[in-house]
């Protein structure tokens, strides 16, 4: 029993010590109108977080390859209660990943993979554009997967 318990400690603390290293922008999609009453669509910046970035390779690369689909990431964050409306409405939120030695929090690396985070420049999205395509939980309910395909840099 004690074996039991000190595996699923360790399983936890593996869990809690992954670091995450891509800031991303998830944007959400507001329809407004113009001074002319025309609807027009616009991205607005709804939540900013940290995640894990997980590219396709070896047999998921070249099965997604087979149906044009090389282009998906998989992103994995925290799961948080704000999640829980992206799930039910895929098609009004999309993600933009930032760069943080350009963005708004970073300056430039002091170390190996460490960034200097500084307060200043304003807010503006370095990255690539990724539509949702699927939002999965994982086991244990701690960690959520969005699963994407990149959409171009006008999205």
Same mark, same amino acid.
């Given at each position: ?71 998906? $990431?998989?992103?994995?964050? *925290?799961?948080?209660? =704000?999640?829980? %409306?992206?799930?039910?409405? @895929? ?37 690539? $554009?990724?539509?949702?395509? *699927?939002?999965?939980? =994982?086991?244990? %309910?701690?960690?959520?997967? @969005? ?9």
């Amino acid at each position: 029993m004690e074996v039991l318990r000190k595996q699923a400690y360790r399983a936890k603390m593996r869990e809690l010590g992954k670091t995450l290293r891509h800031r991303i922008v998830i944007q959400k999609r507001s329809v407004t109108k113009d001074p002319w009453g025309n609807q027009v669509e616009e991205w607005q910046d709804w939540q900013t977080v940290w995640a894990n970035l997980q590219t396709l390779w070896g047999e998921r690369y070249y099965a997604a390859k087979a149906v044009g689909e090389e282009n998906t $990431v998989i992103f994995e964050l *925290r799961r948080a209660p =704000l999640l829980d %409306g992206l799930i039910f409405n @895929l098609a009004d939120y999309r993600i933009v990943e930032t760069d943080i030695t350009r963005g708004e929090m970073g300056i430039g690396f002091v170390g190996i993979n460490q960034p200097v985070l500084t307060e200043g420049t304003p807010t503006t999205h370095f990255g690539r $554009v990724y539509t949702i395509k *699927r939002v999965d939980q =994982l086991p244990g %309910g701690t960690w959520v997967k @969005l699963t994407c395909e990149e959409s171009g840099s006008n999205g």
